[in-house]
């Protein structure tokens, strides 16, 4: 090899200088090719993310079949209730907790990606496991028609640990298993999959149950100091409401599509004031605030205000995953993420400090990965930033390659935990982002990010759908979308939105 290429140098050495040059200019420009191939995303990318895809949703399925309870897909807490010394991931089937959020993004993929098998066996999970009724939290939903979400519920071996412990807890759910408290966030995820489910699969259902979460989501409202907020969690052993929040736990898009869609004025209410609290989360670096904690004004007026950073810091996989969130209603917040986003997208950190937007901390501590990048990729393609999609897709494959090769290698073993195991979490996330990446590269219109999805049609619609509201407007003017009547091919639309009056 060294002897062939002392060749070549020689031969280019006894070249004259204007014919170095070509060959230099020529290698250049091969090589300016070669590096825009692999950054913007086309057909390989899009065969290697459909490959990515199925590799992780074979493993997910291999985990769902082992345990229909879920406990294949069960983390670890370290020191909890029964596991101390564990760490990680996952459990492989041992003790743990199945946790409502992983459940939530793994159920919102298998919609998206019409996986009826997947679909069903994870909404199993929710109906059995995570579903809390109204009337068994007092206080707070007896005789209303919702339902509640845990934010986890223990695996089977958990249960046998804690035994004596738990003996007093209330048994809520269907399974008649202790439940520590409700999840606000988790009740936002498991609601739009069933939404999402109920038009795919046509399970009138699954969209009914949906509406009734996202009113038991709506029960945590509470107001403290004159905020508005959603309460992070309620204890159901004690009955009591936390009395902080985090802007993790809305999502205006997604409420206001549903209320919309049932003409529900109590989620009108909510869509309505999530808007406005994340207009006031906005952060003077560009970024939002993640902690809502009014009673803090009690002590610290006029500084930090009830909507702050903890230290002063964010974490942008946070910030980004809240962006996602409100890209329709809340267009200016969300686009203000994605700008600084990409405009630090070569050096990104994980960390940043929210009133300079500077980065915290050394090069190479606390790099981004999946759980930043899948959701930044979901708000490129909500807002319709087609350059800035291509700019994040070959990130995220990158950083999926390492979750496959893992799970090649050591087949679900992979998700047992430890700090080189695989995140359920992560891989919900990238799986729903390459799939809904995939349709949006083939169908290059940005309404297929839009919360609610209708489901499969084989023939569109000559309608204009009118997207309302100040979070769409650009530069004062509504932005319409009009679909094309001629279009005979199979697609996902979005639910009709509108905002009330």
């Not at 007026?301 to 980004?320: A, K, T, W, Y």
């Not at 995220?396 to 979750?403: A, K, M, Q």
């Not at 509201?469 to 979308?481: H, L, P, S, T, W």
């Amino acid at each position: 090899m060294n002897e062939k290429l002392r060749k070549w140098v020689w031969k280019i050495n006894e070249l004259s200088m204007r014919a170095k040059v070509v060959v230099v200019c020529v290698l250049l420009v091969m090589g300016a090719l070669w590096v825009s191939a692999m950054m913007r995303p086309g057909e390989p990318e899009l065969r290697m993310a459909t490959g990515y895809e199925q590799a992780m949703a074979g493993r997910v399925m291999e985990l769902l079949e082992k345990d229909k309870d879920g406990a294949f897909i069960a983390r670890v807490d370290v020191g909890a209730e029964g596991n101390e010394g564990g760490s990680g991931n996952g459990m492989g089937g041992d003790g743990g907790w199945v946790y409502g959020v992983d459940v939530g993004m793994l159920l919102q993929y298998a919609a998206v990606a019409e996986n009826e098998a997947m679909y069903l066996a994870l909404r199993k999970m929710v109906v059995e496991h995570l579903i809390v009724s109204g009337d068994a939290v007092e206080g707070f939903g007896e005789g209303r028609e919702m339902d509640f979400v845990a934010w986890r519920y223990p695996t089977k071996r958990t249960i046998e640990i804690n035994e004596k412990r738990w003996e007093r807890w209330g048994r809520l759910n269907a399974s008649v298993e202790p439940i520590d408290a409700t999840g606000t966030t988790e009740a936002l995820r498991v609601a739009e999959g069933l939404w999402m489910g109920g038009f795919v699969f046509k399970r009138q259902e699954d969209k009914n149950l949906a509406v009734r979460v996202l009113r038991g989501y709506a029960a945590h409202a509470y107001v403290d100091q004159g905020v508005w907020m959603i309460r992070n969690y309620i204890n159901l052993q004690t009955g009591a409401g936390a009395t902080n929040s985090y802007t993790i736990d809305y999502d205006p898009d997604f409420v206001w599509t549903v209320a919309n869609a049932v003409s529900d004025e109590m989620l009108l209410d909510v869509a309505r004031r999530s808007r406005g609290l994340m207009l006031d989360a906005r952060s003077e670096g560009g970024l939002i605030h993640s902690l809502v904690q009014p009673e803090i004004v009690t002590l610290m007026d006029p500084l930090p205000g009830p909507i702050f950073s903890p230290g002063g810091v964010e974490q942008i996989n946070n910030v980004v995953s809240v962006a996602e969130r409100c890209g329709l209603t809340v267009r200016e917040v969300a686009k203000g993420v994605l700008d600084f986003c990409m405009g630090d997208l070569k050096s990104l950190r994980k960390y940043y400090d929210a009133k300079t937007g500077k980065r915290v901390g050394k090069r190479g501590v606390g790099r981004p990965g999946i759980g930043t990048y899948a959701p930044l990729l979901r708000l490129a393609m909500r807002l319709d930033e087609r350059g800035a999609y291509k700019r994040i897709l070959p990130r995220l494959l990158w950083e999926v390659r390492g979750i496959v090769r893992k799970l090649e290698v050591r087949g679900v073993r992979a998700i047992e935990g430890g700090d080189d195991g695989v995140s359920i979490y992560e891989i919900g996330e990238a799986l729903l982002s390459l799939r809904l990446g995939a349709i949006y590269y083939a169908v290059g219109d940005s309404r297929v990010m839009l919360p609610g999805y209708v489901g499969r049609v084989e023939r569109m619609e000559d309608e204009v759908e009118k997207i309302e509201g100040q979070g769409k407007k650009d530069n004062g003017e509504e932005k319409k979308v009009k679909e094309d009547k001629e279009e005979e091919q199979e697609m996902i639309l979005p639910e009709k939105v509108s905002e009330a009056d």
